[in-house]
């Protein structure tokens, strides 16, 4: 009986500080015909350690092939960025790549920029100490909305860090909105280094999404469990299963939520129902070919200067400039 009211009291207060944005993202995409809710939503603590997790598992190239580009291009990067420059690193979770990155480029800061606070708090300390002599500034965070970078850096020159393809989540068009959004928050004469996953075989895309161990399942389900938690959900989890599907036409890996059987439930007091076989969509991952990648940046107010893949061509990094936008074609 104590042990249910220590868990009654947990679900109170995280119901208590529920952030607003996420109780409306959800209650809005419940309503929607194809059920949604955005992925940024993923990462509260647990989501964020399944997440990491996901980027250690053998089918997930991803990260592996992007930390073996910044080992093998960062003295090259360092060389374009020239020292000086206040790294600021974009849904940094656990900054893990991060070193490679500090280690040539000598910046005079480094702003890790997530919207997990205590991950993101963790994952600075532990850079802070790699880097004794580093000045680390954590901003908690939705890096998708408008952010004012604190004052400490505000008159230096910017190297942002977008790394793991997390442009992918993102449409073209609100990728073009990001970047922009992006440029503007770096300032004149920023750079910019970012991951680019590559289109490929789906026998190669889709067990990236759907791993054997089920750690992905389980950090896809987790978004019912964070529902349920924060507010007042009573989502039956068990009754949902994670699918991962290739989607031709946009070029994309799709993530759902599927009800193996009818479902009714209530979240924040409004009641929904769910059909057999019917979807929660969670995540778009997008893929790009070499020219659409520096087309998307182009657009997105950044000219390329350089780009690196790996030898399979599975995935990519490319350093931009923010350049004007153009008053005329």
Wanted: glycine fraction near 10%; charged fraction near 25%; aromatic fraction near 8%.
């Amino acid at each position: 009986m104590l042990l249910d009211l220590d868990l009654e009291r947990e679900r109170q207060r995280d119901r208590a500080i529920v952030d607003p944005a996420f109780r409306q993202d959800v209650l809005a995409g419940l309503a929607l015909p194809q059920k949604a809710v955005p992925a940024r939503w993923f990462y509260d603590r647990a989501g964020s350690e399944l997440f990491e997790a996901i980027t250690a598992l053998p089918e997930y190239y991803p990260t592996r092939v992007e930390t073996g580009l910044l080992e093998r291009h960062a003295r090259e990067i360092g060389r374009i960025a020239g020292p000086g420059r206040v790294v600021v690193e974009f849904g940094s979770g656990s900054s893990t790549k991060t070193p490679h990155l500090l280690g040539w480029t000598a910046p005079a800061a480094y702003v890790p920029i997530d919207i997990s606070g205590e991950f993101l708090r963790d994952s600075a300390a532990m850079l802070a100490g790699q880097f004794p002599g580093l000045n680390v500034i954590p901003v908690e965070h939705d890096f998708t909305q408008p952010l004012r970078l604190p004052d400490a850096v505000a008159d230096r020159p910017k190297l942002g860090f977008f790394p793991g393809s997390t442009i992918g989540n993102f449409g073209p068009a609100a990728a073009v909105d990001l970047l922009r959004a992006m440029a503007a928050t770096l300032g004149e004469g920023a750079l910019l280094l970012i991951g680019i996953d590559r289109v490929k075989d789906k026998r190669i895309l889709i067990p990236a999404y759907n791993d054997a161990a089920g750690v992905t399942a389980a950090f896809n389900l987790n978004l019912l469990h964070r529902i349920n938690r924060e507010l007042g959900g009573t989502i039956p989890v068990d009754a949902f299963t994670h699918c991962a599907r290739w989607v031709e036409g946009p070029s994309r890996i799709e993530m759902h939520l599927v009800a193996q059987e009818p479902v009714a439930f209530e979240v924040a007091g409004q009641r929904f129902a769910m059909a057999a076989a019917e979807t929660i969509h969670t995540e778009n991952s997008h893929k790009y070919g070499s020219r659409d990648a520096k087309l998307l940046l182009r657009a997105g107010g950044w000219e390329p200067l350089g780009g690196w893949a790996d030898e399979e061509g599975l995935f990519e990094m490319q350093i931009a400039k923010a350049v004007p936008r153009p008053t005329a074609p």
